[in-house]
């Protein structure tokens, strides 16, 4: 598509994003950071990094263990726990294939 601009203004520009181009905005937003914010972790790698935490769920379906890039998970049985990682985990959760535990840290105690 062409654009044409007027004299002394600035042309208009349309961007298509498509998944293949994330990765690229993605540095050019990291390079745009100051050089101090630049040293840290992105949150797009803190997502990726909290998705492999593993957590306990009770599945509602039999499935063999399954191989995945990130590793090997199962078997699940019904009514037995199991521990998948987080990502797997919120997947059956969709589906409505689990219920996830909640960590004991999580519950809540009487004061003593």
Request: glycine fraction near 6%.
């Amino acid at each position: 598509m062409r654009y044409a601009a007027a004299r002394g203004s600035i042309p208009r520009i349309r961007i298509c994003v498509k998944e293949t181009d994330f990765l690229l905005l993605s540095f050019i937003a990291i390079m745009a950071l100051p050089q101090p914010l630049r040293v840290g972790s992105t949150p797009s790698e803190l997502e990726l990094i909290a998705s492999q935490h593993p957590i306990d769920i009770v599945p509602f379906i039999a499935m063999e263990r399954t191989a995945f890039i990130s590793g090997a998970y199962g078997p699940l049985r019904p009514p037995h726990q199991a521990q998948v990682p987080l990502w797997m985990a919120v997947n059956l959760k969709q589906k409505k294939k689990c219920r996830i535990v909640g960590p004991a840290w999580l519950t809540v105690g009487m004061p003593s």
